[in-house]
């Protein structure tokens, strides 16, 4: 799967999403039309994010889903669940060389049965986190799904003490509902603009992640390993084109 260059990979971008600091990309391997395991490409800092520089693959052009993305890595650097991480050469700059159609994606749709561990839930979220004493029994950290239904909901409330606004998105799996939040940059920003509501998708695959730092809220019921929607692509109704 990989090219002959062995310090370079080649993957279809399923993520390109926030975190502090920068952001998380995330993909297949790619290579002749077949798709290969996760690659989460990250930096050599503490939190692992990904700087505008390191990622941009033109001038203020961010990687976009479905890009064929192609950089240059260190070395593996599995972090506990996280075993799809990889060090980029922040030296090489990153490189957009395609793209695909999303019926191409289809066949690198992921079944898990569960999205890692379900029954711990936040305030705010249904199955959305995996407690710290059972992460041990995860081994890795992302997902393609195509979820029977899909819903993203535009909300503002009082959390923790202050006003909040985020864009969640709820979706049944393997008969298990969740509630997560959306981090991908374009849906937010173009969900938050339509104003606070639900608004249904008929179809969807999404990119789920798992975090790699445990979250330990003030109010510490909810305490543990979030998982995340780290990628939307939206659907024809008629199915992927």
């Known amino acids: 799967m990989d ?3 062995q310090s370079r990979r080649r993957i279809i971008c399923l993520a390109n999403s926030r975190k502090p600091d920068g952001r998380c990309i995330a993909g297949k391997l790619y290579f002749q039309g077949k798709f290969g395991k996760w690659i989460r490409p990250i ?3 503490e939190g692992e994010e990904l700087s505008e520089v390191e990622r941009l693959v033109g001038p203020k052009t961010e990687p976009a889903m479905l ?3 192609e950089f240059s890595i260190i070395a593996a650097k599995p972090s506990h669940h996280q075993t799809e991480n990889w060090i980029i050469n922040p030296k090489v700059r990153m490189q957009k060389v395609g793209t695909i159609l999303p019926k191409d994606l289809m066949l690198a749709i992921d079944k898990p049965i569960n999205l890692w561990i379900v029954g711990s839930s936040s305030k705010r979220g ?3 986190f995996v407690p710290e004493d059972r992460i041990e029994d995860v081994t890795d950290s992302l997902f393609l799904i ?3 239904s899909f819903t993203i909901h535009v909300l503002t409330d009082d959390f923790m003490g202050r006003q909040s606004r985020q864009v969640r ?3 049944s799996h393997y008969g298990a509902e969740y509630n997560l939040k959306i981090t991908d940059p ?4 173009k969900y938050k603009a339509k104003g606070d509501g639900i608004y249904k998708i008929q179809n969807a695959l999404l990119t789920i992640s798992l975090t790699e730092k445990i979250f330990r809220p003030r109010y510490n019921h909810s305490a543990g390993f979030y998982k ?3 990628g939307v692509i939206e659907l024809s109704e008629g199915g992927p084109k």
């Open 146 to 148: 195509n979820p029977i």
């Open 43 to 45: 930096s050599a800092r």
């Open 228 to 230: 995340l929607i780290a």
């Open 186 to 189: 374009v849906v937010e920003a």
């Open 126 to 128: 249904k199955n959305d």
């Open 67 to 69: 890009d064929i993305l």
């Open 169 to 171: 998105g709820e979706f």
């Open 3 to 5: 090219n002959v260059d």
